[in-house]
């Protein structure tokens, strides 16, 4: 027989926007991702930092930043002297984009369409946390927060610019200093990433 085909845009019409995270369905990435990761931290937390997208152990345990990126993250604000409580973490994408080598689910960077309809509950974040400093980790990020697909993460390191009236730093992505191949440069970026943390640390009030 024939199958009819329920298409996203029919179960949930443009104007109706998804009540909770997990009803999303403004993209398609909901479909191969185990569940929806939101932002964790406290409720008017003055830093805000924006990740990529959840890895394959936060789409597991449904919580940013918990696999070996969020180690390194960890340290990073350990070197820093900040306070992970005092911090509220997200991802600009809400939910795992993957794809299977061999036995294992590889990230895969998501599409600008796809940060774009996620930037919708980023925008959500802002508003309930009102943080007065964003870092942004990594390019993907800085482009959802800056909304401006086209930015260059190199013309923002660790130069805090003013966006709708809060400061946005931006810095490499946590993961990018634990793949990098060579020894020195690992260290480098991990360094900016502590001193992007300083900065607004320094900056939050
Ligand atoms: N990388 C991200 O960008 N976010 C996470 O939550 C984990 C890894």
């Known amino acids: 027989g024939t199958t009819i085909p329920v298409s996203a845009e029919k179960a949930q019409p443009e104007r109706e926007q998804p009540r909770t995270l997990d009803e999303c369905r403004r993209c398609e990435l909901w479909q191969n991702a185990t569940q929806a990761v939101g932002g964790q931290g406290p409720r008017h937390a003055r830093i805000m930092l924006v990740g990529e997208q959840p890895g394959d152990q936060e789409d597991l345990a449904g919580k940013p930043f918990v696999g070996p990126a969020g180690e390194l993250l ?3 604000m350990e070197q820093a002297g900040v306070d992970r409580r005092a911090v509220y973490i997200t991802n600009a994408v809400k939910h795992f984009k993957w794809e299977l080598r061999g036995k294992r689910r590889l990230h895969k960077t998501p599409a600008q369409r796809e940060v774009l309809a ?6 959500e974040e802002l508003k ?3 943080p007065s400093v964003v870092l942004a980790l990594g390019s993907t990020a800085l ?3 800056l909304q401006d697909g086209r930015v260059n993460l190199k013309d923002y390191m ?3 610019v003013r966006h709708e009236g809060r400061w946005v730093v931006a810095t490499y992505h946590p993961a990018y200093a ?3 191949p060579d020894a020195q440069a690992r260290q480098d970026a991990l360094a900016a990433i502590v001193a992007a943390l300083r ?3 320094r900056l939050a009030d």
Do not use: F
């Not at 996620?118 to 925008?123: K, P, Q």
């Open 118 to 123: 996620c930037h919708y509950w980023l925008e």
């Open 199 to 201: 900065t607004a640390w």
């Open 74 to 76: 960890e340290r990073a």
């Open 158 to 160: 660790d130069e805090p």
């Open 143 to 145: 482009k959802s927060v």
């Open 178 to 180: 634990l793949r990098v």
């Open 128 to 130: 309930q946390i009102g």
